[in-house]
């Protein structure tokens, strides 16, 4: 895959290679677990203040999370109608972010004949709408600080579809335009928008699904094994790391080369 490089958004700030976050503030949502968490692990290895945000219904295992990483917990429903707000307000007692994951998720797998318009509706709502809607709130309200960073969590589904997920592969598919929609924008206030598109990666959703598709997603790739929480982490902190200003709008799979919409 190619990932273009342009003249960075912010200019060329000193960095500290071995704490490149330091005295820095990520915000990751869906963080109580799975990708999540070790997307607040990562960032908190290298230095970050991690407020991990997940639904106020897993706020004992965000706490745990948050705690362990040294964090701080914010239990957020991000699709309610107060969400926006409650952010901001965060924003203004503690400072705005210069990093926010946009990785909480779900899915409700169905065929199109059997899905219910309630089925459709949640998954667009957390998996696209939220992330565009916060992300919009941030940069508007000064939320992001010059040389912010913000990464989306996309998925292969969305670029090569998927059979039973035509809910989710078009969630995913929104995210890739959100990014190239609102990287131009975002460059402007000296901030980038990038995703990752990750292939199969074992996670507790992922052991949910029936055992022979979930032996194929594990062998259709190069490697002929499913990926780890930490490889799509990584990848993260590489896009939201202070040098990779030059690198916007942007979807980066993770998926040991997936045999799906090569």
Not at 165 to 183: D, E, F, H, R, W
Not at 193 to 207: D, L, S, Y
């Amino acid at each position: 895959q190619v990932v273009r490089l342009e003249k960075p958004v912010d200019g060329h700030a000193a960095i500290n290679w071995d704490k490149p976050f330091a005295g820095k503030r990520a915000l990751v949502t869906g963080a109580s677990r799975g990708i999540g968490l070790a997307i607040a692990q990562v960032l908190a290895r290298d230095g970050a203040h991690v407020v991990c945000v997940d639904v106020p219904q897993a706020q004992e295992a965000l706490q745990q999370a948050a705690t362990s990483v040294g964090g701080s917990a914010l239990p957020l429903d991000i699709t309610a109608a107060d969400t926006v707000s409650l952010l901001q307000t965060h924003v203004s007692q503690y400072g705005a972010f210069d990093v926010v994951v946009h990785n909480a998720g779900i899915t409700r797998d169905k065929t199109i004949a059997k899905m219910t318009e309630g089925a459709w509706r949640s998954v667009l709502a957390v998996n696209l709408e939220a992330p565009w809607q916060l992300s919009e709130a941030l940069l508007d309200s000064q939320g992001l600080n010059p040389g912010g960073r913000i990464v989306c969590v996309s998925s292969i589904s969305g670029i090569a579809g998927n059979l039973g997920q035509s809910n989710y592969a078009t969630s995913k598919a929104g995210v890739i335009g959100l990014v190239q929609g609102l990287a131009p924008r975002a460059a402007a206030r000296q901030v980038t928008v990038n995703a990752v598109a990750p292939g199969f990666i074992e996670t507790q959703m992922t052991a949910k699904i029936p055992l022979m598709i979930r032996e194929a997603g594990r062998r259709m790739n190069s490697l002929s094994q499913g990926g780890q929480p930490i490889d799509v982490a990584e990848t993260i902190a590489w896009l939201a790391h202070p040098a990779s200003g030059g690198v916007n709008g942007q979807v980066v799979r993770v998926c040991g080369q997936s045999l799906l919409g090569a």
